[in-house]
């Protein structure tokens, strides 16, 4: 659901962002949080009505529209879908309650916590394998984050992130952090605003958390629309970056195919997309043939030798990971499904359900409140795009997309087997299988190699 502007030739529905907090208030009420019991500890389930659900997301909306994010947004502009957890439990502090005999908390709603309740780094890096590879890669590599707008705390909120969870400093002084417009201007920046800054405090956070040795661009696009967001990622590239990270998406146009060309078609270039948060359904520009489109999961730990196990992330019928077959991107020639004769939706996967969701720092606007557990395919594609950047600077006419296809199968991809986040004709659209599946690609991450070339 996104337009471009006014005087654009192509009219669309509106961009919205991924996965972000819109406000602390405005959060939607998941069902079943914390029920997961834990033999080492007497665990209380904790769940949450329908009805209780339901006033949660109306107030939501009222919630949104005072700070200008209404459920449906104007032209141009990205709609504030939080999926921040704010009430239940969440699996981290589930994990916490088990390791010390005692029943986890309840996060209340409207209240910030004092520290982190969702995953940190050594959760994210112990579940993807990642742990040797961030600690002794990724020097010298650049990951970019394209967002709308401005988040005049970003750098200020990355410090506080990394410094709580012992990562070295990632600053503008010493070279690690730059945040710059759509044009490359470090002063000349878009206007603020704080539905966009929680979104961006996720995703900076998130490479922070899988590859901490990275240095970190966000160019923050002037608006949400498709031209400008294209235009960031443009200078993203332009200024270096051989890995970025795009957290927005809305509804499949026949322009598409235009925009891959204006916008997405940068070879040499690891260019990861959220495959949406609305459930089963393709979403733009997840579906372009040049990105590698991200679909996401529920994390879990387990008593298994991984020590961990995901299934495909689905909240509600409206509220779970995006994949589907495209109506108008032609189908990669690496990807060899034979159900979706188009670019089929997704790649692979990361965490994305917020109820198994990431510890992120937000301090800007009405729903800068601290810390904050967060979800949606936001984390997820952020995450991915920092694995590409452990695993080394892709070939320079690769699309990078095509690398898992090349491990598909193998101990270097954790397969997800379990879940659906809707109904399809085609039972692989939406529901997760041995191998390919829709929802999940070939899976996540277990270590880099199969993100290299």
Request: glycine share 12%.
């Given at each position: 659901?996104?337009?471009?502007?006014?005087?654009?030739?192509?009219?669309?529905?509106?961009?919205?962002?991924?996965?972000?907090?819109?406000?602390?208030?405005?959060?939607?009420?998941?069902?079943?949080?914390?029920?997961?019991?834990?033999?080492?500890?007497?665990?209380?389930?904790?769940?949450?009505?329908?009805?209780?659900?339901?006033?949660?997301?109306?107030?939501?909306?009222?919630?949104?529209?005072?700070?200008?994010?209404?459920?449906?947004?104007?032209?141009?502009?990205?709609?504030?879908?939080?999926?921040?957890?704010?009430?239940?439990?969440?699996?981290f502090m589930e994990k916490q309650a088990a390791l010390k005999g005692v029943t986890p908390k309840?996060?209340?709603?409207?209240?910030?916590?004092?520290?982190?309740?969702?995953?940190?780094?050594?959760?994210?890096?112990?579940?993807?394998?990642?742990?040797?590879?961030?600690?002794?890669?990724?020097?010298?590599?650049?990951?970019?984050?394209?967002?709308?707008?401005?988040?005049?705390?970003?750098?200020?909120?990355?410090?506080?992130?990394?410094?709580?969870?012992?990562?070295?400093?990632?600053?503008?002084?010493?070279?690690?952090?730059?945040?710059?417009?759509?044009?490359?201007?470090?002063?000349?920046?878009?206007?603020?605003?704080?539905?966009?800054?929680?979104?961006?405090?996720?995703?900076?956070?998130?490479?922070?958390?899988?590859?901490?040795?990275?240095?970190?661009?966000?160019?923050?696009?002037?608006?949400?629309?498709?031209?400008?967001?294209?235009?960031?990622?443009?200078?993203?590239?332009?200024?270096?970056?051989?890995?970025?990270?795009?957290?927005?998406?809305?509804?499949?146009?026949?322009?598409?195919?235009?925009?891959?060309?204006?916008?997405?078609?940068?070879?040499?270039?690891?260019?990861?997309?959220?495959?949406?948060?609305?459930?089963?359904?393709?979403?733009?520009?997840?579906?372009?043939?040049?990105?590698?489109?991200?679909?996401?999961?529920?994390l879990s730990t387990s008593s298994n030798s991984r020590g961990w196990t995901e299934s495909v992330?689905?909240?509600?019928?409206?509220?779970?990971?995006?994949?589907?077959?495209?109506?108008?991107?032609?189908?990669?020639?690496?990807?060899?499904?034979?159900?979706?004769?188009?670019?089929?939706?997704?790649?692979?996967?990361?965490?994305?359900?917020?109820?198994?969701?990431?510890?992120?720092?937000?301090?800007?606007?009405?729903?800068?409140?601290?810390?904050?557990?967060?979800?949606?395919?936001?984390?997820?594609?952020?995450?991915?795009a920092s694995v590409y950047a452990l695993a080394g600077t892709p070939g320079s006419s690769d699309?990078?997309?095509?690398?898992?296809?090349?491990?598909?199968?193998?101990?270097?991809?954790?397969?997800?087997?379990?879940?659906?986040?809707?109904?399809?004709?085609?039972?692989?659209?939406?529901?997760?299988?041995?191998?390919?599946?829709?929802?999940?690609?070939?899976?996540?991450?277990?270590?880099?190699?199969?993100?290299?070339?």
């Amino acid at each position: 659901m996104r337009t471009s502007p006014p005087n654009s030739p192509h009219i669309r529905g509106n961009w919205r962002r991924l996965g972000s907090a819109a406000t602390a208030t405005a959060a939607l009420l998941l069902a079943g949080l914390g029920t997961a019991a834990h033999a080492s500890a007497a665990t209380t389930p904790h769940k949450a009505t329908a009805k209780t659900i339901a006033a949660q997301v109306a107030k939501a909306h009222v919630e949104y529209a005072k700070l200008g994010c209404a459920a449906t947004p104007k032209k141009g502009y990205a709609a504030c879908n939080a999926l921040r957890v704010t009430a239940g439990t969440t699996a981290f502090m589930e994990k916490q309650a088990a390791l010390k005999g005692v029943t986890p908390k309840t996060i209340s709603p409207k209240a910030a916590s004092d520290d982190p309740t969702g995953y940190g780094p050594s959760d994210i890096q112990s579940a993807y394998g990642l742990a040797s590879a961030a600690s002794a890669g990724g020097s010298g590599e650049t990951v970019a984050i394209v967002d709308a707008y401005d988040d005049p705390n970003a750098a200020s909120d990355l410090a506080t992130y990394r410094s709580y969870y012992g990562l070295s400093a990632c600053t503008t002084a010493n070279g690690c952090f730059k945040k710059v417009s759509q044009t490359g201007s470090t002063t000349s920046l878009p206007t603020a605003d704080s539905g966009w800054a929680g979104e961006e405090s996720l995703d900076v956070d998130m490479v922070s958390a899988a590859c901490p040795n990275c240095n970190i661009l966000l160019v923050e696009a002037k608006s949400a629309s498709d031209a400008n967001l294209g235009t960031a990622v443009n200078e993203a590239v332009k200024l270096g970056a051989k890995f970025v990270s795009n957290s927005y998406g809305g509804s499949e146009s026949s322009s598409d195919t235009s925009y891959d060309t204006s916008y997405y078609k940068h070879p040499g270039v690891a260019i990861t997309a959220s495959a949406g948060d609305e459930a089963y359904g393709a979403e733009y520009p997840a579906g372009s043939q040049y990105v590698t489109s991200v679909g996401g999961t529920k994390l879990s730990t387990s008593s298994n030798s991984r020590g961990w196990t995901e299934s495909v992330w689905k909240t509600s019928s409206t509220e779970g990971t995006g994949s589907g077959c495209s109506a108008y991107d032609a189908k990669p020639s690496w990807q060899t499904d034979t159900g979706c004769t188009k670019r089929m939706i997704s790649d692979v996967s990361a965490v994305a359900d917020p109820a198994t969701g990431v510890s992120v720092y937000d301090t800007y606007g009405a729903d800068g409140t601290g810390w904050g557990t967060y979800g949606g395919t936001s984390a997820s594609s952020p995450i991915i795009a920092s694995v590409y950047a452990l695993a080394g600077t892709p070939g320079s006419s690769d699309y990078p997309a095509k690398y898992p296809y090349a491990k598909a199968g193998t101990s270097a991809l954790n397969d997800v087997t379990s879940g659906n986040n809707g109904s399809c004709s085609t039972s692989y659209f939406c529901t997760a299988g041995s191998g390919y599946d829709g929802p999940t690609g070939w899976g996540t991450p277990e270590g880099v190699s199969a993100f290299t070339g």
